[in-house]
């Protein structure tokens, strides 16, 4: 039996729709100079900016957006992933499920389900595309390679074990023919680890390890297992350099368990794409015992900081505090809060903040801001250079932390309780980390992804049901419409002559055209 016959696959494409559109994919967009007809990664770009230089849909006339399309996934779990756009065809993921969808039309061309399995169905962040094949990962910790024209199986390798907690929602980051891809998995003592793919065979080329794998010891790390790096990293062509956020220690709030600073959990990390090898690594939670994850995005500019042109690397991450980096060396250059923080005691000499011993998870429970939320989380930013603005989904929130011995050290070890928490669009200006404006998003965390425009738009959506559309000067609201929660960042391009606004609403996606 064909190891791929419990699989559903559907193929609904004209045969004239595909032979037009393998004409044209002799000679497929550059990931380095992405055409305005194209979403090509994750991020759109390498430089994870979130940023569309299109113009046609701008504050004067966005009011007027009208649908164009509505697709349905039929599925009961949201799409929390960004669609690739690759000659025409969309590529849109859940967990399980990869669809091929027409961008003219909103038309099923084929559709992938993945077998039933146990593993952790969190969410999924999207797909990739390199030359004729798109990749994508499952919640066991599948990499899977198709046809990207007519759906049919390439080939399927593992990427992690599932049985041993892992789960994968990532999606993949193509550099050259490197499919570098992510897993998740904090319940579990286990090493994070990210791994490179041959993109053409399968086959592992190199893994990295933000913590000892399984039967090494390291005592840098003090004991520390995970540092899971489930995010889509970017990428520097000039310096040949991957960045990646990695995720939290475990066992997650037993900190005594773990002494020292556990490198490199709660990390930002530039990587050689071609070895895997670290080149630098920077901490923004030192020792965490919060569950705040680093995977938030890395932000790539080249602009200027203090008087000068530097090579800058920006996060907001998720325990409050927003960094700007000289990613050539790691190097700090500004560590700022960018919402409520009660943790740390000061920054240290690295940049750093400085981890309060008073603000450990303990027995009777301790008050801490951000919660276990985080001031921000999975839903990337937008950086908009007319500006200078990092553009994020904030959360003031505050948390009660319990730890006792009987928890013990393994997994999560403790418990948390997330009290009330207001959410907003905050617009961080880079040479200075203050708050430039704010925008109110509604009671708990955000779930919106943001995306800027060059005409000066700044688009996500609310806590509620809404899509909408700020002025990026001032954050104004222009425009919004229910379609159900957003819960990633909205993407754009030019088709046809006009410029297309793709977002997700609950299991649908919809198209936004002017008239």
């Known amino acids: 039996m064909n190891k791929y016959a419990h699989a559903t696959l559907r193929l609904v494409a004209s045969a ?12 497929l967009p550059n990931l380095l100079r992405p055409p305005a007809d194209a979403w090509l990664t994750y991020h759109g770009e390498y430089d994870g900016q979130r940023h569309s230089k299109l113009t046609e849909i701008k504050p004067e006339n966005v009011g007027r957006l009208e649908q164009a399309w509505r697709f349905e996934t039929g599925q009961n779990q949201a799409i929390k992933a960004s ?125 990295f390890y933000s913590t000892p794998p399984a039967g090494t ?133 690295l940049g750093r903040p400085i981890p309060d011993p008073a603000k450990v998870p303990a027995r009777d429970g301790v008050l801490v801001a951000p919660n276990e939320a985080g001031a921000t989380n999975f839903r990337p930013p937008s950086f908009d250079p007319k500006t200078g603005f990092l553009i994020v989904s904030a959360q003031d929130g505050y948390g009660i932390y319990f730890f006792k011995p009987e928890h013990g050290g393994y997994g999560w070890a403790g418990a948390d309780y997330n009290l009330a928490g207001k959410s907003y669009l905050r617009a961080i200006d880079y040479r200075t980390g203050k708050i430039a404006w704010e925008h109110a998003l509604g009671d708990g965390a955000g779930t919106a992804g943001v995306l800027t425009t060059e005409s000066g738009l700044t688009i996500s959506g609310d806590n509620r049901v809404n899509v909408m559309a700020l002025r990026t000067s001032d954050g104004a609201t222009l425009w919004h419409q229910a379609i159900g929660k957003v819960q990633n960042a909205p993407i754009t391009y030019q088709l046809g002559g006009k410029q297309v606004l793709i977002v997700a609403g609950g299991e649908s996606l919809y198209a936004f055209t002017l008239p």
């Open 83 to 207: 669609p690739i756009l690759v000659d025409g065809i969309l590529y849109l993921t859940t967990p399980d499920n990869l669809w091929a969808i027409d961008a003219r039309t909103g038309k099923q061309l084929w559709h992938y389900r993945h077998p039933l399995n146990n593993a952790f169905h969190i969410g999924h962040r999207g797909a990739a595309v390199y030359q004729d094949t798109v990749y994508l990962t499952t919640p066991d910790c599948h990499l899977i390679a198709f046809n990207r024209l007519d759906g049919t199986v390439k080939w399927d390798v593992v990427i992690a074990n599932s049985d041993k907690g892992y789960w994968s929602s990532n999606a993949p980051l193509i550099v050259g023919n490197h499919v570098l891809v992510g897993v998740s998995g904090d319940f579990d003592n286990v090493p994070g680890q990210l791994k490179s793919i041959d993109a053409d065979s399968g086959k592992t080329q190199w893994i």
């Open 16 to 27: 004239g729709f595909l032979a037009a559109v393998a004409a044209q994919s002799a000679d």
């Open 217 to 349: 010891k390291d005592s840098a790390s003090g004991g520390a297992t995970g540092g899971q790096m489930w995010t889509t990293g970017t990428y520097d062509p000039e310096l040949n350099l991957v960045f990646v956020g990695t995720g939290n220690p475990t066992p997650v709030l037993n900190g005594a368990a773990r002494p020292g600073d556990n490198p490199w959990t709660c990390s930002i990390v530039a990587l050689n794409p071609d070895t895997g090898k670290l080149v630098w690594g920077f901490q923004v939670s030192p020792h965490d015992t919060h569950d705040w994850d680093a995977n938030e995005v890395p932000v790539l500019a080249d602009a200027v900081f203090s008087g000068e042109t530097r090579k800058l690397l920006m996060q907001a991450s998720r325990n409050g505090y927003f960094f700007v980096l000289d990613r050539t060396n790691g190097k700090s250059l500004l560590t700022a809060p960018f919402a409520t923080v009660n943790w740390a005691k000061g920054i240290d000499s």
